[in-house]
């Protein structure tokens, strides 16, 4: 057994279906079907029942998968370890991170990490959580900082900073930043949200669904650009987190108050089944060092590190 074969057992259970795994993983089935039917003969068990709708585990398979979290989270844990003896990095990375990240993390990490490794060729991508978590998958990116949960168990999450929602309107609303709003109330506003699928869309929506009064957002839309212009010019109320809105905010064109009990969780994401480059653990390391700064400065408004 090696820990190739245990990468690609473990997506097979969680996927259930081989065919589906070879899919995501960008593999053969074949390739597949033979790797397992090796790893099962070096155990000497049977790890899946195989039929027309799938695979489903053994007794014996399903105490692998559970034991496989633990080891291939150790083994992460320790080149991540080893990584800091290493020499400088280099290579090429890709990251991904949302556009609502831009001015506090994308601009100063960019600076910082360049300046820090010029041997690396930096690739940086903007794009919504959905987009970042596939790309991430297939592996056009290397890692990428998203604010919804892992699908599937096929990514490793390291949650970084968590982040309190606020409901954003124009300054001649006199939103007041030292008081919350109950989610319920949004119902009550005239909304301009983000179109889904979205990570705080569906938060908002979530939220909302719990009020006895039902809304519908006035204006739908996948530009937070858009967003903060219609509200500061007094068409509605949008709800974002701070890092969206801290230059409007900054520059006194709308004003904020907290949203009582939302938030949103920032996490580093990548591949279960591929080794996080030196490159790509100093990226991390420089990314969660800004965010800690960002934070302690007050800038980062309802912001906490984890």
């Known amino acids: 057994m090696n820990l190739k074969q245990l990468n690609l057992f473990q997506n097979i259970a969680e996927l259930k279906s081989m065919s589906r795994a070879a899919s995501v993983l960008h593999v053969s089935q074949s390739l597949l079907s033979r790797q397992m039917q090796s790893l099962e003969k070096d155990l000497g068990v049977l790890l899946f029942v195989r039929s027309d709708k799938g695979v489903r585990l053994t007794p014996a398979g399903q105490t692998l998968l559970d034991r496989s979290y633990g080891i291939l989270k150790q083994v992460s844990q320790l080149e991540e370890e080893l ?5 400088e990095p280099k290579g090429d990375l890709r990251i991904g991170v949302p556009p609502s990240l831009f001015d506090l993390v994308s601009v100063p990490l960019v600076d910082e990490y360049c300046n820090s490794f010029p041997e690396v060729k930096l690739t940086f991508h903007e794009g919504i959580s959905t987009w970042l978590h596939e790309a991430v998958l297939t592996g056009r990116l290397h890692t990428a900082l998203v604010s919804d949960a892992e699908p599937l168990g096929l990514l490793i999450s390291r949650p970084i900073l968590i982040e309190q929602l606020f409901i954003v309107g124009s300054v001649k609303e006199g939103l007041r930043s030292d008081r919350h709003v109950l989610a319920e109330a949004l119902t009550d506003r005239r909304l301009v949200l983000t179109t889904e699928p979205n990570a705080i869309r569906k938060i908002v929506d979530t939220a909302m669904q719990k009020s006895t009064q039902k809304s519908k957002p006035i204006l739908e839309t996948n530009s937070s650009r858009m967003l903060l212009e219609l509200v500061a010019q007094g068409q509605g ?10 230059l409007a905010y900054e520059h006194k064109r709308v004003t904020i108050s907290p949203v009582k009990d939302l938030f949103v969780t920032w996490t580093l994401i990548t591949p279960r089944d591929q080794t996080l480059s030196l490159a790509g653990h100093k990226m991390h390391k420089n990314l969660k060092e800004i965010c800690r700064k960002q934070v302690q400065t007050g800038k980062w408004l309802g912001a906490q590190c984890l």
């Open 83 to 87: 990584g800091h003896y290493a020499i």
């Open 237 to 246: 109320f949008t709800v974002l987190p701070f890092s969206a809105i801290a």
